[in-house]
């Protein structure tokens, strides 16, 4: 058994002790949908900082918590603030959380953040459903000893976003009237922004929006065989592609602009993908 399934383990035992809920659907809340979780009927709360040998979230807006309750009847498990590579952890650490989610019991993933247009259709509020990504300049959660509890060592990566829980997600926006672009999501490790050389480089790579979280836990997941799902609220237009300069605040101010809006298709998708799992 490795270390890290064994620190695995030992946070499914903690949680245990405080909640038997076996959650379907495991969400990530991205920037500006912290409250989302403070929505729900909250069965049971865990900080990251219970858990023995465990990431902690430390970016600003970031609460760092599980939270296991219910949307309307389906019960989930809300990360309450993710982990990410840039604030000094290793990639495999980043997605413990992803991989201990799984453990409990989700069956799927459903990922949302904020990030950065290189798609000139697109416009600061635009929600993006994903349908691929690229991972660039993070290395894959995979690297090292293989987790042979936990999936194959060299899973297949053809279908990381589900194409089943993409289709609940087009009706719940098309049923509500909210407007839904798609397209591939670009990972970077950050902390700072992009150049716009690089933009223009993510451009020509395929990629419609850049961020700095995501990819990597959806590759996580894929591993455990667990469903894949994401959405992505555009906060601003990516460096080059418009002329002010960018900061975290104008990040979070968009993302809680849209929020109600985000919040609602968030819901209505979880429905609808509570019934099929």
């Known amino acids: 058994m490795s270390t890290m399934y064994k620190r695995l383990q030992k946070s499914v035992k903690f ?3 405080k909640t038997d809920l076996k959650p379907k659907v495991a969400l990530v809340l991205g920037s500006g949908l912290g409250d989302y979780a403070d929505g729900i009927t909250i069965e049971s709360t865990v900080n990251y900082q219970e858990l023995e040998d465990f990431p902690v979230s430390t970016v600003p807006g970031h609460k760092g918590r599980f939270i296991f309750g219910y949307v309307h009847d389906v019960p989930v498990v809300i990360m309450q603030g993710r982990v990410h590579y840039y604030e000094g952890y290793s990639v495999s650490e980043v997605v413990m959380p992803i991989r201990l989610m799984g453990l409990l019991g989700a069956k799927c993933l459903f990922l949302t953040n904020a990030s950065g247009a290189i798609n000139r259709d697109f416009k600061p509020g635009d929600f993006m459903l994903l349908r691929d ?7 894959s959660p995979l690297i090292g000893l293989n987790i042979d509890e936990l999936g194959v ?7 990381v976003y589900s194409g089943e829980l993409a289709e609940h997600i087009r009706n719940a ?14 990972q970077v490790s950050g902390p700072n922004f992009e150049t716009p050389a690089e933009i223009r480089a993510y451009g020509v790579m395929g990629a419609d929006v850049v961020g700095m979280s995501t990819a990597c836990e959806a590759v996580a997941a894929n591993h455990m065989g667990m469903k894949v799902c994401g ?9 080059g592609i418009s002329t002010s300069k960018l900061t975290h605040e104008e990040v979070q101010e968009t993302a809680s602009r849209v929020a109600p809006d985000f919040k609602r298709l968030i819901t209505a998708s979880i429905l ?3 019934i099929s799992l």
């Open 272 to 274: 609808r993908i509570g």
């Open 173 to 186: 926006a098309a049923a509500m009237g909210i407007g839904l672009k798609e397209g591939t999501y670009l």
């Open 153 to 159: 060592r060299f899973p297949d990566m053809s279908e």
């Open 133 to 139: 990504h690229i991972l660039l300049g993070v290395p």
């Open 231 to 239: 959405l992505s609220c555009i906060s601003n237009m990516a460096a």
């Open 15 to 17: 949680i245990r002790s």
